[in-house]
């Protein structure tokens, strides 16, 4: 004998609060009210109540709980990663902040030195450690324009000793990836993306303390320098938002 069915509900109350063969109900705790309403409906027609099983919700990478509702409207894929719409696409082209020449590179690294300096992307870092400067925080993923690459091989040893691998990308930004860069940690380290690191500029930036330097590639131009204010994290969070 089959011990499950799958039943079409085209009501909210029903058929919970007509089937004299179940005992309980699961809910999670935005649908919990539901299941009261049933009970009551149930006491009305004589029914037994049914017992609530409230199980916890489980959130995406933006601390929003996942939902097939969400699925079914493309804001995060099957594993609950927040997917990024194809419309923000050219606004995440845009720099974040001033674009570096190469004469200009040398001035502005020298100019941080006292700061706090993360790098996002092969470029960035090894631009940096050639010049004398290990960033406080490194995010690589040992390819330049989505391809292999060996730019950083004369430091592979040394960044891989000081290393934590996490999965991101393309297209989105994992769970892990964000934890990663949110922990704090006195030591300079070095997170190595399994997939793509482009995106993580942004959690880098959010979560860097204000005054620090956040180093990127930009395409075709050069590098970014982005100086982390209070104003450039909201910009930033804003376009994080619009993941969702």
């Known amino acids: 004998m089959s011990r499950t069915s799958i039943i079409t509900i085209d009501d909210v109350?029903?058929?919970a609060a007509s089937m004299s063969t179940i005992d309980a109900i699961v809910v999670s705790e935005e649908t919990a009210f539901r299941a009261r309403e049933i009970n009551d409906i149930r006491k009305?027609?004589?029914?037994?109540?049914?017992?609530?099983l409230e199980v916890p919700m489980i959130d995406a990478e933006d601390r929003k709980p996942i939902s097939s509702t969400r699925l079914r409207?493309?804001?995060?894929?099957?594993d609950g990663r927040l997917v990024m719409p194809d419309n923000l696409r050219p606004e995440l082209a845009k720099p974040l902040g001033t674009v570096l020449g190469e004469r200009e590179i040398g001035n502005s690294i020298a100019g941080n030195r006292g700061n706090i300096i993360i790098t996002v992307g092969d470029v960035a870092t090894k631009t940096l450690l050639d010049s004398g400067v290990t960033p406080r925080l490194a995010i690589i993923d040992f390819r330049v324009g989505r391809k292999s690459s060996s730019i950083l091989e004369k430091?592979?040893?040394?960044?891989?000793?000081?290393?934590?691998?996490?999965?991101?990308?393309?297209?989105?930004?994992?769970?892990?990836?964000?934890?990663a860069i949110r922990a704090k940690h006195k030591e300079k380290r070095v997170i190595i993306v399994d997939g793509e690191e482009d995106l993580l500029a942004l959690p880098a930036i959010v979560?860097?303390?204000?005054?620090?330097i956040v180093y990127y590639g930009q395409p075709g131009e050069g590098l970014v320098e982005v100086v982390v204010t209070q104003e450039k994290k909201k910009d930033v969070v804003a376009l994080l938002e619009r993941f969702t």
Do not use: F, T
């Open 155 to 179: 430091y592979r040893d040394s960044l891989v000793k000081k290393s934590l691998s996490v999965k991101s990308g393309p297209g989105y930004i994992s769970k892990e990836a964000l934890q």
């Open 73 to 78: 409207n493309g804001e995060i894929d099957q």
């Open 13 to 15: 109350h029903e058929p």
């Open 44 to 52: 009305e027609r004589v029914l037994r109540e049914l017992a609530i």
């Open 207 to 212: 979560h860097a303390p204000e005054g620090s």
